[in-house]
């Protein structure tokens, strides 16, 4: 059977930046592709190629044999390659199958004459896109709210009225870029039961997604990208054997630090406790009924796949995001309903995930930024004690100390983390909590990472890690959580969870495929 779709060898640049790299293979009629991998991968830089958005800069797409690659997303959309997007978009105040209309692109469209003066073309093609949006809807299920505001549905509803607006296209390739993420999982259930039924009908579908029990149970075939390159491809139980796949997932490489506490050293008392937490991100809950402590000179990692809630988790803890329920009690207080600005004076220093450093400023104008809390509003209060800091900060990392007077903007990535580490530490910190520090970084440089967490946790630094990298995390931890889908689904130390087949199903999925289902 002749493919439906090619991709040939595709690269794409930004600059200096490879995006997708050589990237290569085929999807046939009826066939269910997952794309997955970690964050930073270049999955949703690859559909924006396939349906038009950008060229490639080298390489070629074809579709039906005919090459692609050159064509506009509405030329390429008019040749029935439908496609959703990872935050719904929608027209709050119309109705739902409004809504969907909008995906009706096979026609053509009335022009300003026709739709002022109502002729008989445009009311023929409101029918044509009326009598689709309604097929599609009946097809996701949501035939019963088609007249209903679209503000008002669901976050779930808000995902399959966008699978509905993209098959009002009638196509036979659909591109669904991560369609489970904030849905329950009654609506996961729902939604796989629709790809299978869209598969039996000969739709093609490519979908990207971390929910791996989804990508498991319904996907004919993986392609996996790690850094911008295909590293594997083949079934589920092919993919979840893979060595090069596993250490994209769980960290690769041996890590040979140990914390302290598994040398017998005595942890403080408990500094934070997390009391079933929940916390909505949007109309998504993202936490729910989170248990968690950290002991003083502790360091707990928090593990999990892509849309775990891991970065929600230390968001919440941080007072970004208020919590719906539960509690925080923090060096015995209660900081539920604490702010962000005012969590940083309690000794809560949040290091982001994107680094966020002040790329036109010096790499000690950054680092005095972070001691604001103990230079005060007028900058000149304890200017002695924030000299100490800066002078213990750049003996922890002499790197940044040879680099001092740079722009932070011409640092490297592993450059920019450290000092996105090393700023959080110039507020002294009581409690440090690390979002995804080896995103984006070279193994080398992740290995870098991890020594100088190891030396804070030697100096008795108290940190929660949220880390991808699970080797990595697991070498330096003393302690760590799995979170899958906003829940703790295991915990226990390093040599426990290693052993945990819980660990490589948050990740990978389970060992066996579930059976299909027409």
Same mark, same amino acid.
């Given at each position: 059977?002749?493919?439906?779709?090619?991709?040939?060898? $595709?690269?794409?640049?930004?600059?200096?930046?490879?995006?997708?790299?050589?990237?290569?293979?085929?999807?046939?009629?009826?066939?269910?592709?997952?794309?997955?991998?970690?964050?930073?991968?270049?999955?949703?830089?690859?559909?924006?190629?396939?349906?038009?958005?950008?060229?490639?800069?080298?390489?070629?797409?074809?579709?039906?044999?005919?090459?692609?690659?050159?064509?506009?997303?509405?030329?390429?959309?008019?040749? %029935?390659?439908?496609?959703?997007?990872?935050?719904?978009?929608?027209?709050?105040?119309?109705?739902?199958?409004?809504?969907?209309?909008?995906?009706?692109?096979?026609?053509?469209?009335?022009?300003?004459?026709?739709?002022?003066?109502?002729?008989?073309?445009?009311?023929?093609?409101?029918?044509?896109?009326?009598?689709?949006?309604?097929? +599609?809807?009946?097809?996701?299920?949501?035939?019963?709210?088609?007249?209903?505001?679209?503000?008002?549905?669901?976050?779930?509803?808000?995902?399959?009225?966008?699978? +509905?607006?993209?098959?009002?296209?009638?196509?036979?390739?659909?591109? *669904?870029?991560?369609?489970?993420?904030?849905?329950?999982?009654?609506?996961?259930?729902?939604?796989?039961?629709?790809?299978?039924?869209?598969?039996?009908?000969?739709?093609?579908?490519?979908?990207?997604?971390?929910?791996?029990?989804?990508?498991?149970?319904?996907?004919?075939?993986?392609?996996?990208?790690?850094?911008?390159?295909?590293?594997?491809?083949?079934?589920?139980?092919?993919?979840?054997?893979?060595?090069?796949?596993?250490?994209?997932?769980?960290?690769?490489?041996?890590?040979?630090?140990?914390?302290?506490?598994?040398?017998?050293?005595?942890?403080?008392?408990?500094?934070?406790?997390?009391?079933?937490?929940?916390?909505?991100?949007?109309?998504?809950?993202?936490?729910?009924?989170?248990?968690?402590?950290?002991?003083?000179?502790?360091?707990?990692?928090?593990?999990?796949?892509?849309?775990?809630?891991?970065?929600?988790? *230390?968001?919440? /803890?941080?007072?970004?995001?208020?919590?719906?329920?539960?509690?925080?009690?923090?060096?015995?207080?209660?900081?539920?309903?604490?702010?962000?600005?005012?969590?940083?004076?309690?000794?809560?220093?949040?290091?982001?995930?994107?680094?966020?450093?002040?790329?036109?400023?010096?790499?000690?104008?950054?680092?005095? *930024?972070?001691?604001?809390?103990?230079?005060?509003?007028?900058?000149?209060?304890?200017?002695?004690?924030?000299?100490?800091?800066?002078?213990?900060?750049?003996?922890?990392?002499?790197?940044?100390?040879?680099?001092?007077?740079?722009?932070? %903007?011409?640092?490297?990535?592993?450059?920019?983390?450290?000092?996105?580490?090393?700023?959080?530490?110039?507020?002294?910190?009581?409690?440090?909590? *690390?979002?995804?520090?080896?995103?984006?970084?070279?193994?080398?440089? $992740?290995?870098?990472?991890?020594?100088?967490?190891?030396?804070?946790?030697?100096?008795?630094?108290?940190?929660?890690?949220?880390?991808?990298?699970?080797?990595?995390? /697991?070498?330096?931890?003393?302690?760590?959580?799995?979170?899958?889908?906003?829940?703790?689904?295991?915990?226990?130390?390093?040599?426990?969870?290693?052993?945990?087949?819980?660990?490589?199903?948050?990740?990978?999925?389970?060992?066996?495929?579930?059976?299909? +289902?027409?």
């Amino acid at each position: 059977m002749e493919p439906l779709l090619q991709v040939c060898e $595709v690269t794409k640049q930004f600059g200096g930046l490879v995006a997708n790299s050589d990237i290569s293979f085929t999807v046939s009629p009826g066939q269910i592709t997952a794309v997955i991998g970690p964050n930073g991968a270049g999955k949703t830089t690859l559909f924006n190629l396939i349906t038009g958005i950008w060229s490639p800069t080298k390489g070629e797409i074809r579709f039906r044999g005919k090459a692609i690659h050159q064509l506009s997303p509405e030329g390429v959309a008019s040749l %029935g390659i439908g496609r959703t997007f990872q935050t719904p978009q929608t027209f709050g105040g119309l109705p739902v199958v409004e809504n969907v209309m909008v995906g009706w692109a096979r026609g053509k469209r009335p022009g300003l004459f026709g739709s002022l003066f109502s002729l008989p073309s445009t009311r023929a093609w409101d029918r044509t896109a009326r009598a689709n949006a309604t097929a +599609a809807l009946q097809e996701v299920g949501l035939t019963a709210v088609a007249e209903a505001r679209a503000g008002a549905l669901s976050f779930g509803e808000r995902r399959l009225m966008e699978v +509905a607006r993209a098959l009002t296209l009638q196509p036979d390739l659909l591109l *669904l870029d991560e369609p489970a993420a904030g849905l329950t999982r009654a609506e996961v259930r729902q939604l796989a039961a629709i790809m299978k039924r869209l598969r039996n009908k000969g739709v093609a579908i490519i979908f990207i997604e971390h929910d791996v029990s989804t990508v498991m149970e319904v996907a004919d075939q993986i392609v996996v990208l790690n850094f911008g390159k295909k590293i594997a491809g083949g079934t589920p139980e092919e993919i979840r054997r893979n060595s090069q796949v596993r250490d994209a997932y769980l960290g690769s490489g041996e890590f040979s630090m140990r914390p302290p506490a598994e040398a017998g050293q005595t942890l403080g008392p408990t500094l934070l406790q997390v009391q079933d937490l929940a916390t909505d991100r949007g109309s998504v809950r993202a936490l729910s009924g989170v248990n968690m402590e950290v002991r003083e000179g502790e360091l707990v990692a928090v593990l999990g796949a892509n849309g775990a809630g891991k970065t929600t988790l *230390l968001g919440t /803890l941080a007072g970004l995001y208020p919590p719906v329920g539960g509690r925080v009690v923090y060096g015995g207080q209660d900081i539920t309903a604490l702010k962000a600005e005012h969590a940083v004076f309690r000794g809560l220093s949040l290091v982001p995930e994107q680094r966020q450093v002040f790329t036109n400023l010096t790499v000690t104008d950054n680092l005095r *930024l972070g001691a604001y809390n103990t230079l005060g509003f007028a900058g000149r209060r304890n200017r002695h004690q924030v000299q100490e800091q800066l002078d213990w900060v750049l003996e922890l990392l002499p790197r940044l100390r040879e680099r001092r007077n740079q722009l932070a %903007g011409s640092l490297s990535g592993g450059e920019q983390q450290m000092l996105a580490i090393a700023r959080s530490l110039m507020s002294r910190p009581r409690l440090l909590l *690390l979002d995804e520090p080896s995103t984006g970084l070279a193994p080398r440089l $992740v290995e870098e990472i991890f020594l100088v967490l190891h030396q804070l946790r030697t100096r008795g630094t108290t940190t929660v890690l949220v880390e991808q990298n699970a080797r990595a995390a /697991l070498a330096v931890a003393d302690r760590a959580y799995v979170l899958e889908r906003g829940t703790i689904r295991a915990q226990g130390t390093p040599a426990e969870l290693t052993r945990n087949a819980d660990l490589d199903a948050a990740y990978l999925g389970q060992a066996k495929r579930a059976p299909v +289902a027409g």
